[in-house]
């Protein structure tokens, strides 16, 4: 059964830093490129950062400089460090496995891939 576990979301102020990890079992990960997805309120699905499996790392325009992807595949974890988060930083960040991406784009869907349950982010003042 494949399984991917978001956690590490919380409430932070504009500027503060969260880190998110993704604990993955039921698939070989290391043969996987993984994906950092999110959900702002009201809003559709929007790609944030991947890392291939060779730790090869792309990044949205959006979070580029303030959010860095990385992987420890002998704990078949992914994570997501955040740091000068902004109010619009605010979303259910998911991780998913099996993305179509080429380059700093992904296409991303529910239907393809694995996908975890998502940990919310809430940036406010």
């Known amino acids: 059964e494949v399984q991917l576990v978001e956690s590490g979301g919380g409430s932070v102020q504009p500027g503060g830093s969260l880190r998110l990890s993704c604990a993955a079992s039921?698939?070989?990960?290391?043969?996987?490129?993984m994906t950092w997805v999110r959900q702002a309120p009201g809003k559709g699905l929007e790609w944030v950062s991947r890392?291939?499996?060779?730790?090869?790392?792309y990044y949205a325009n959006s979070v580029k400089g303030r959010f860095t992807v990385s992987r420890d595949n002998a704990k078949n974890t992914l994570y997501l460090q955040m740091i000068s988060l902004k109010t619009e930083d605010t979303a259910v960040y998911y991780c998913?496995?099996?993305?179509?991406?080429?380059?700093?784009?992904?296409?991303?869907?529910?239907?393809?891939?694995?996908w975890g349950q998502g940990t919310q982010v809430t940036v406010s003042s």
């Open positions: 039921g698939f070989t990960f290391s043969n996987y490129e």
């Open positions: 998913a496995a099996g993305q179509r991406c080429d380059g700093d784009s992904c296409y991303v869907s529910r239907y393809v891939g694995y």
């Open positions: 890392i291939n499996s060779l730790g090869t790392t």
